[in-house]
């Protein structure tokens, strides 16, 4: 991570007596020359690398992030930093609990939120009083860091923290030498006081807008810091070594490549570098040949995925449902993990100080389906074809001999030990000699023929590929592209275990329940009391109607009840049949304002975009056709990749007769929306009574002039 060591070009010359071939390597960096070719440049990005710490941080996969602190007690996803550190009184905290969770998860690494963007710093630091001194837990002689650090010793976990640049309680924040002062200090302090810090996570948010006050970062005097304190830590997202995926979803890129033309950091040169080729983490292409025909530069800055394992990054007691499925979070590891990133799965405590049981329910079962799928290699013994028999492609996960390819295209046909049955695909490339495969597929001998299982691009660390299952007693891999003779360290075939999926709920607009599953045939339970469905609960034999809303948990078995799925649980509110838009600002022709209450999240209202068009604010009026008691109401932004439109700062108004208005939400913010774009529920401060509602807009996430909504409802009670 060090710029030293970028300038590193590393030629280590064989020992001429030997007449030993050169070994060119780039650690992390390398300039190409003025006017290089196309072919040159590959060449050389097929030998980027990665320093030592970045290789040990790969090796890890996935790792674990906490979100704890003040918000856990506000119910918010970010603070505004006038919080009174008096609400922070975890009852029962236990770090252990924590860890001990986490490393039953498969985690080898947790990186906790010592500062969020709300300021409250979760040490007793001396650099401000808004800490865990000045709150009531154990008396202000707390220290969380310290009790996490304690516990990732005890189990051998690694550990990081994540501080955030953007601190909206700091009150020299916006002065900008006094605010790197004061970060630095609070750095030096995290880096210093608690022993070693594996990984050090620098946010990219900054919610302040143009309007707000505007820190100049000094980031190559932050990267300095940790240099100097912490050598071996990677330094992610704002930082030089780990690359944030660019999504919060889970799912990295089919094709990730961990040599980008995107530089690294924040410093004015990496920036420079990035505008020039119009790149930012959530770029689609980062390095293909089209790029680096472009790029002046290349650098190792692999992919980290982070994802939380509830809707939001904080806990809210009103997700405890919504905890995401072994299924979910299976298919999230083969898209982190098998995609060649590493996984950061957030599992944020809850107002005791633990993390909740549905969490650790998930996690216990994610590592038990995980070690189960790779606990048995079936390459395992199997003999290659003539040309590679002298040096097979390693079965053994150990990460260490690699099978160098003769020439590119290339084939490795395989006969296994016996007939075997599998539905996974593991490759991996060593990348201690850079990343270079392109394209491949692996083929199996199926009826006298070869038949293709699976086809993709880049492998990288890891690349895992669900395949249906096949029997067979040979498959091949080609390796069609490449930037350079392939050095593949492993090559696996496993058969992962079916997964019961749990049931999905879903009401349409005649207001009738529905649910589905793709297991097939299962059973499937449910109860509308908010009761656990059993086995002896309602069974479901076709969809029922929930006119006026209500609570919906069911829960899928198969076997005779012997296996179970997750609870799921869905609430619905009431049927919007009586609904009518009355008043909206504009509307594009081809998405009108009455999509937003349609009852179906994938319509949407879009106000004309472009040049030229109406700005903010935009506004809705509905009609409900009678009067509810509600206490909240929610927003859905647009669904599909593209977010262009969402909302990120609002008014709400509600009223009797659609005269009079009551403002209930002022100015305010749907918090970490531009990163997050998923369905925001705001709770009102108390139950009102109301016919109409109107929504006001007054920002977008992603400074655009128009607004996109895909359904906007109300939380109603009884
Ligand atoms: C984002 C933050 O704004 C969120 O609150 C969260 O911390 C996530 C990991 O990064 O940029």
């Given at each position: 991570m060090t710029f030293k060591k970028y300038f590193i070009f590393i030629l280590i010359a064989g020992f001429a007596f030997l007449n030993a071939s050169a070994q060119e390597k780039y650690i992390k960096r390398v300039d190409f020359e003025e006017g290089e070719t196309l072919q040159s440049k590959i060449h050389k990005a097929a030998r980027v690398v990665p320093t030592q710490q970045q290789l040990n941080w790969q090796k890890l996969e996935m790792t674990a992030f906490i979100h704890f602190g003040i918000n856990t007690f506000t119910g918010r996803e970010w603070g505004d930093g006038s919080e009174s550190p008096e609400i922070f009184n975890p009852s029962e905290l236990d770090a252990r609990q924590w860890v001990k969770s986490l490393k039953e998860g498969g985690m080898k690494m947790v990186i906790l939120t010592a500062k969020h963007h709300d300021g409250f710093c979760l040490w007793p630091t001396k650099?401000?009083?808004?800490?865990?001194?000045?709150?009531p837990w154990k008396n202000g002689n707390g220290d969380i860091v310290k009790e996490l650090k304690d516990a990732c010793d005890e189990f051998g976990m690694k550990f990081g923290v994540y501080l955030s640049p953007w601190d909206r309680n700091a009150e020299c924040y916006g002065d900008s030498p006094a605010y790197n002062q004061f970060f630095l200090d609070q750095l030096t302090e995290l880096l210093t006081w608690y022993g070693k810090v594996d990984e050090v996570w620098f946010d990219g948010a900054n919610g302040e807008g143009p309007n707000g006050k505007k820190q100049i970062y000094d980031w190559s005097a932050y990267y300095k810091k940790i240099e100097e304190l912490q050598p071996e830590a990677v330094v992610a997202i704002m930082g030089e070594d780990v690359r944030w995926v660019g999504t919060e979803t889970g799912y990295g890129r089919e094709t990730e490549w961990s040599v980008t033309a995107l530089a690294p950091g924040g410093t004015s040169e990496m920036k420079a570098i990035n505008q020039e080729l119009d790149l930012?983490?959530?770029?689609?292409?980062?390095?293909?040949r089209e790029l680096i025909k472009k790029a002046e530069h290349l650098f190792w800055f692999p992919a980290e995925v982070d994802v939380s394992i509830r809707p939001g990054w904080f806990y809210h007691e009103e997700e405890d449902s919504r905890v995401k499925s072994l299924a979910k979070m299976v298919d999230i590891y083969y898209n982190s993990v098998g995609m060649n990133a590493v996984l950061l799965l957030n599992v944020p405590p809850d107002k005791r100080g633990l993390i909740h049981e549905n969490d650790v329910a998930v996690l216990k079962k994610l590592k038990t389906y995980i070690d189960k799928t790779f606990e048995n290699n079936l390459m395992q013994g199997a003999t290659f074809a003539p040309e590679l028999q002298t040096q097979t492609i390693p079965a053994?996960?150990?990460?260490?001999a690699a099978w160098k390819t003769p020439r590119i295209p290339v084939s490795a046909e395989a006969s296994l030990q016996g007939t075997k049955t599998f539905n996974v695909v593991l490759l991996q490339e060593d990348i201690t000699k850079g990343q270079r495969v392109e394209e491949f597929c692996v083929e199996a001998w199926i009826n006298n023929g070869w038949k293709t299982i699976a086809t993709s691009t880049t492998i990288g660390y890891k690349k895992l590929l669900r395949v249906p299952e096949t029997t067979t007693n040979k498959v091949r891999l080609t390796?069609?592209?490449?930037?350079?003779?392939a050095i593949i360290s492993n090559f696996g075939i496993f058969q992962a275990p079916e997964i019961l999926s749990d049931p999905v709920i879903l009401r349409n607009k005649k207001g009738e329940v529905v649910f589905t599953t793709e297991t097939a045939h299962p059973v499937i339970r449910y109860t509308l009391d908010g009761s656990e469905p059993t086995a002896s609960s309602m069974e479901y034999t076709g969809p029922f109607i929930l006119e006026s809303g209500g609570t919906v948990k069911a829960r899928a078995f198969i076997n005779n009840f012997e296996e179970q799925s997750s609870i799921v649980t869905r609430v619905f509110y009431i049927n919007k049949s009586k609904w009518a838009v009355t008043d909206y600002s504009t509307q594009h022709e081809g998405y009108p304002a009455t999509n937003a209450i349609d009852g179906n999240e994938s319509t949407m209202w879009h106000t004309p975009w472009g040049e030229n068009v109406d700005k903010h604010p935009h506004h809705i009026t509905v009609d409900m056709g009678e009067k509810l008691k509600i206490n909240g109401f929610y927003y859905s932004p647009r669904a599909g990749e593209n977010k262009s439109g969402t909302i990120a700062r609002y008014s709400f108004f509600i009223s009797k007769n659609g005269k009079k208005w009551t403002k209930i939400k002022d100015n305010a913010e749907f918090s970490n929306i531009a990163n997050n774009p998923i369905r925001q529920e705001v709770t009102f401060n108390k139950t009102c009574k109301a016919r109409f509602f109107k929504l006001v807009s007054h920002e977008g996430a992603y400074n655009e002039a128009w607004i996109s909504v895909g359904e906007i409802g109300v939380m109603n009670v009884k």
């Amino acid at each position: 991570m060090t710029f030293k060591k970028y300038f590193i070009f590393i030629l280590i010359a064989g020992f001429a007596f030997l007449n030993a071939s050169a070994q060119e390597k780039y650690i992390k960096r390398v300039d190409f020359e003025e006017g290089e070719t196309l072919q040159s440049k590959i060449h050389k990005a097929a030998r980027v690398v990665p320093t030592q710490q970045q290789l040990n941080w790969q090796k890890l996969e996935m790792t674990a992030f906490i979100h704890f602190g003040i918000n856990t007690f506000t119910g918010r996803e970010w603070g505004d930093g006038s919080e009174s550190p008096e609400i922070f009184n975890p009852s029962e905290l236990d770090a252990r609990q924590w860890v001990k969770s986490l490393k039953e998860g498969g985690m080898k690494m947790v990186i906790l939120t010592a500062k969020h963007h709300d300021g409250f710093c979760l040490w007793p630091t001396k650099t401000t009083d808004h800490s865990v001194a000045s709150s009531p837990w154990k008396n202000g002689n707390g220290d969380i860091v310290k009790e996490l650090k304690d516990a990732c010793d005890e189990f051998g976990m690694k550990f990081g923290v994540y501080l955030s640049p953007w601190d909206r309680n700091a009150e020299c924040y916006g002065d900008s030498p006094a605010y790197n002062q004061f970060f630095l200090d609070q750095l030096t302090e995290l880096l210093t006081w608690y022993g070693k810090v594996d990984e050090v996570w620098f946010d990219g948010a900054n919610g302040e807008g143009p309007n707000g006050k505007k820190q100049i970062y000094d980031w190559s005097a932050y990267y300095k810091k940790i240099e100097e304190l912490q050598p071996e830590a990677v330094v992610a997202i704002m930082g030089e070594d780990v690359r944030w995926v660019g999504t919060e979803t889970g799912y990295g890129r089919e094709t990730e490549w961990s040599v980008t033309a995107l530089a690294p950091g924040g410093t004015s040169e990496m920036k420079a570098i990035n505008q020039e080729l119009d790149l930012n983490a959530q770029s689609k292409d980062l390095g293909s040949r089209e790029l680096i025909k472009k790029a002046e530069h290349l650098f190792w800055f692999p992919a980290e995925v982070d994802v939380s394992i509830r809707p939001g990054w904080f806990y809210h007691e009103e997700e405890d449902s919504r905890v995401k499925s072994l299924a979910k979070m299976v298919d999230i590891y083969y898209n982190s993990v098998g995609m060649n990133a590493v996984l950061l799965l957030n599992v944020p405590p809850d107002k005791r100080g633990l993390i909740h049981e549905n969490d650790v329910a998930v996690l216990k079962k994610l590592k038990t389906y995980i070690d189960k799928t790779f606990e048995n290699n079936l390459m395992q013994g199997a003999t290659f074809a003539p040309e590679l028999q002298t040096q097979t492609i390693p079965a053994d996960n150990l990460y260490g001999a690699a099978w160098k390819t003769p020439r590119i295209p290339v084939s490795a046909e395989a006969s296994l030990q016996g007939t075997k049955t599998f539905n996974v695909v593991l490759l991996q490339e060593d990348i201690t000699k850079g990343q270079r495969v392109e394209e491949f597929c692996v083929e199996a001998w199926i009826n006298n023929g070869w038949k293709t299982i699976a086809t993709s691009t880049t492998i990288g660390y890891k690349k895992l590929l669900r395949v249906p299952e096949t029997t067979t007693n040979k498959v091949r891999l080609t390796i069609h592209k490449s930037r350079d003779k392939a050095i593949i360290s492993n090559f696996g075939i496993f058969q992962a275990p079916e997964i019961l999926s749990d049931p999905v709920i879903l009401r349409n607009k005649k207001g009738e329940v529905v649910f589905t599953t793709e297991t097939a045939h299962p059973v499937i339970r449910y109860t509308l009391d908010g009761s656990e469905p059993t086995a002896s609960s309602m069974e479901y034999t076709g969809p029922f109607i929930l006119e006026s809303g209500g609570t919906v948990k069911a829960r899928a078995f198969i076997n005779n009840f012997e296996e179970q799925s997750s609870i799921v649980t869905r609430v619905f509110y009431i049927n919007k049949s009586k609904w009518a838009v009355t008043d909206y600002s504009t509307q594009h022709e081809g998405y009108p304002a009455t999509n937003a209450i349609d009852g179906n999240e994938s319509t949407m209202w879009h106000t004309p975009w472009g040049e030229n068009v109406d700005k903010h604010p935009h506004h809705i009026t509905v009609d409900m056709g009678e009067k509810l008691k509600i206490n909240g109401f929610y927003y859905s932004p647009r669904a599909g990749e593209n977010k262009s439109g969402t909302i990120a700062r609002y008014s709400f108004f509600i009223s009797k007769n659609g005269k009079k208005w009551t403002k209930i939400k002022d100015n305010a913010e749907f918090s970490n929306i531009a990163n997050n774009p998923i369905r925001q529920e705001v709770t009102f401060n108390k139950t009102c009574k109301a016919r109409f509602f109107k929504l006001v807009s007054h920002e977008g996430a992603y400074n655009e002039a128009w607004i996109s909504v895909g359904e906007i409802g109300v939380m109603n009670v009884k």
